[in-house]
Every structure is written in C-alpha cells, then in structure tokens.
C-alpha cells in the first residue's frame, strides 16, 4: 500500500468517499450510516497512512450521497471527517458539515441518570471546546467522541 | 432597587448560570437580610421527589422567615407522581398556584427541564447527582465570612473529588475570584476528572495535585473535606490504605495557619474526627446554619417584591 490516498476514482465512478476517519472509527461511520438496507457496495480502508494523524480510516460507498442530517452525523462522530462526492471517477464536491452550538433531537445523552431517559425531553446536546467536546443541556454530562448514541 | 443582576436571572438551575457579580449580589443579599418580609402574600412550591430532610427544612424556614407561605410535597408517598404523573405535568399543575419552584429530583438534568417547562422561577434544591447551587452558596457565604473575602484564597479540597458534585460546583465558583489558589487532595482513583481541570485552569486558577492533606494544611485558609464512599473505590484494599490520610484529627492541627476554617457540606462519616469539633477551625456547623440565610437571598433575588 502506498502512503498518498487513493483516488476515489480508483474505486468508484459515483458515490461518496469519506476520508480523515480517526483510527479504527471507521466501523462505527459506516454503522451509523445504515446502508445495510439499500445493499450498497462500500469499501473500508482502517489504518491507512496519514500526514496529519500518522494513520487514518476512509470509507467508499458507491452510488450513494448522504442526506444533511447523514453528514452531521459522521462529522459527530469523526470530527476531522471530510466527505467527497464523486462523479464520473472525479471529487466533484467536498462537504465539511459545520457544527451547531445546540445539536437538537438527534444525540442521545450517554448519562444513564439523565432526565431525558425517563421522561418525554426534546433532546439537547452543546458542542463546546476541549478535550470532551459534548455537554447535556439538561444534565451538563460532558463526553467524548467515542460516546456519541444517536437516537 | 433592582439590580441589575436581578433583571438577568430567572431561575438558579446551575452553578454555570451565575456570573460573579450574581454570587456577590446573592452573599450581599445574605448578610442583609434578616427578617423582611419581602415575599408576602406569595406561595412557593417545594416539590421534593427524594427525601432530604435538611434541604427541605432549611428552604421550608427561608420562606418563613421571608413571609412566604409554602405548598407541595416531601418525598413522593401519596402523591400523584406514584400515579406515573411526569415531571412536566406536575410543573404545569404546581404553577397554576406558586410563584416559584423549589425542585430536589433524583434524575441529573431534571431542573433545567422544569425550568424549560415552568412559567414561574426553578430553584433547583439538587438533581441527581449534577447540580446543587445553594449548598455551593451556602459555602460560599461560610469562606466569604470567615475570610472576609473569596480572593486570594489557598483552599484545600480534599476526598472524592471525582464524584463529589460539591467540589465540582464549588472550585469553579471559585474560579471566578481572582487569585484562588486549589490543593486538590485525592487519591488517584479519586482525583478531580480531566476536563475540569482544564475549565478551572482556563479561567487561571492555579492548582496543586497532592495525595496527602499533611502536605497542605500548614498552607491554606479553607479546607474542604469531603466523604470518600467506600462503593466508588475500585479497589476495596485501596479504600482502607487512603482513609486515614483524609481524616482529620485534632492533633493534625498544629502548624496551620491562624485563620484556617474547616468546612463539610455534611453529613460526615470519619473524614473529621470530634475532637476537631472544640478547635477554632472547625467550622461546618456554623456553615450548614448559613443555610437559610444563602436561601432566602436566593429566594429574594429571583420573586422577592420591593419592601
Ligand atoms: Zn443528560
């Protein structure tokens, strides 16, 4: 394997690409995803060379274009994530979603005693800065990328 | 005369809702208050889902004391949350009738959905295990009156620090004062969690990390203790290796300094000895009495009328 990228066009002529994936996270993007469904081929790289992070995960899925709640939700989970649209074996557009200060109806908080599990609650996350970049707006739990549920 | 820390504040859900010139305004108020009756003719809800006796009599007589007439429940025997009512209808039933909401809730978070759902202020009197915003000012009046200051302080916080959403509210309070200076006293299994670490050290309060409180206790001017509970030691050999260097005896006492004062949100266990009760330093009890007078201020800043 080489350590450049390979080009989406090697793989596919239409679909998306999503690259800069943290190590082994991949799995978890493509869960989330839910494509099982529409039996779409994808392709998963884990663990290939990266500049910036040393190794990175990227995912291929062909014929297939995320919906606006799709791409925030793996920039949720993959911070760095870029997702490129391919065409005619071509990147034909790079979408990096911008987060919200409030995430609403769409994380679920990963407190067990949180208000929000026992009680019919519109679900509300921050994104905030640091180390733990998700805070409950009722409970005030702060977590990690790693701990992000989706509902 | 309304301050303008007044207008901006419309319920007390969380420490992170005050600002510092709300914390001096609500110590001000504190000391000045004694007995005016400046919520006369007003009805306040203490809707107690969990038992808490200390809580519930310490707002039950801030009210009182104020003029205010009282309404609710103390723990849930009888009522109709046993029904299966949810928290939201039981608001929008209490509201009809209170001018404010007294809320103590098992579940962490459920304050801050009260006060989304209530047209009338939310004090929140301790949900779950996150917030508990008058017994943070309750213990700030104590440092504010022994000290006569909350800057420039050395304050030793000692125990769990991990789980103990005292020292949680309490040191980032703190960092709001200039020139604070914390001595974080844990065990390693126990010690304050990473991010807020960094929340206190953004704000530029200098911390020290120390397992033992012999260290410490000749340099501070507060030191906070706290239980250490036996159920969140991973290690149970652990738990009885560190008790000892958390309690504190009196004959610990010898080489601090003149004005150190000794808190405790209370109830202790063994972390003080009772002999440390006849020293000059100790200082819980005098601490928990503040109490009512932390609850009245906050109950006079947020529905109390102009005498
Ligand atoms: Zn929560």
Redesign the interface.
């Known amino acids: 394997m080489t350590s450049t990228t390979p080009k989406s066009g090697q793989i596919m002529e239409t679909g998306t690409m999503i690259d800069h994936i943290a190590f082994w996270q991949a799995p978890k993007v493509l869960e989330t995803l839910k494509l099982q469904a529409l039996g779409k081929p994808v392709a998963m790289l884990l663990g290939h060379p990266s500049s910036r992070y040393q190794k990175k995960d990227l995912l291929f899925i062909d014929n297939w274009e995320p919906d606006s709640v799709t791409e925030l939700k793996v920039v949720l989970l993959a911070p760095y994530a870029t997702i490129n649209l391919i065409r005619d074996f071509q990147i034909e557009k790079k979408i990096k979603p911008q987060l919200p200060d409030i995430v609403e109806e769409l994380m679920l908080c990963p407190n067990p005693r949180c208000i929000t599990h026992s009680e019919e609650v519109p679900h509300k996350i921050r994104t905030v800065e640091g180390r733990l970049p998700f805070e409950c707006y009722y409970c005030e739990f702060r977590y990690s990328h790693d701990q992000v549920k989706f509902l | 005369m309304m301050s303008t820390a007044a207008k901006t504040l419309r319920h007390l859900v969380?420490m992170?809702d005050l600002t510092r010139e709300h914390i001096e305004e609500i110590l001000h108020r504190a000391e000045s208050l004694s007995s005016q009756p400046t919520l006369e003719g007003k009805q306040i809800a203490l809707l107690f889902y969990e038992n808490s006796t200390r809580t519930y009599s310490s707002f039950r007589t801030a009210i009182h004391r104020l003029g205010g007439l009282t309404c609710g429940f103390a723990g849930t025997a009888g009522t109709s949350v046993l029904k299966g009512e949810?928290?939201?209808d039981t608001i929008k039933m209490f509201e009809e009738y209170a001018d404010a909401i007294v809320l103590r809730?098992?579940?962490?978070?459920?304050s801050?959905?009260a006060a989304d759902v209530s047209s009338v202020p939310v004090i929140n009197a301790g949900?779950?295990?996150?917030?508990h915003p008058t017994q943070t000012l309750l213990d700030l009046l104590a440092i504010k009156r022994t000290q006569g200051r909350l800057t420039g302080l050395k304050v030793a916080m000692v125990g769990d620090l991990k789980y103990g959403r005292t020292v949680r509210s309490l040191s980032q309070a703190l960092s709001l004062f200039e020139d604070n200076e914390l001595f974080l006293v844990s065990p390693p299994s126990l010690r304050l969690p990473?991010?807020q670490v960094?929340?206190l050290q953004e704000r530029g309060t200098r911390l020290q990390h120390c397992q033992r409180l012999e260290d410490v206790l000749s340099e501070v001017d507060i030191c906070y203790m706290t239980r250490i509970q036996q159920e969140r030691m991973e290690d149970p050999d652990e738990y009885e290796r560190v008790r000892g260097f958390y309690r504190l005896r009196a004959k610990d006492l010898v080489d601090v300094k003149d004005n150190l004062k000794i808190l405790h949100p209370l109830p202790r266990v063994d972390e003080i000895a009772h002999d440390v009760d006849r020293t000059p330093y100790a200082h819980y009890f005098e601490q928990a009495k503040g109490g009512v007078e932390a609850r009245c201020a906050v109950l006079d800043l947020l529905i109390g009328g102009p005498l």
């Open positions: 969380s992170s949810s928290l939201h809730h098992p579940r962490d978070g459920a801050r959905w949900d779950g295990q996150n917030q990473l991010d960094e929340r």
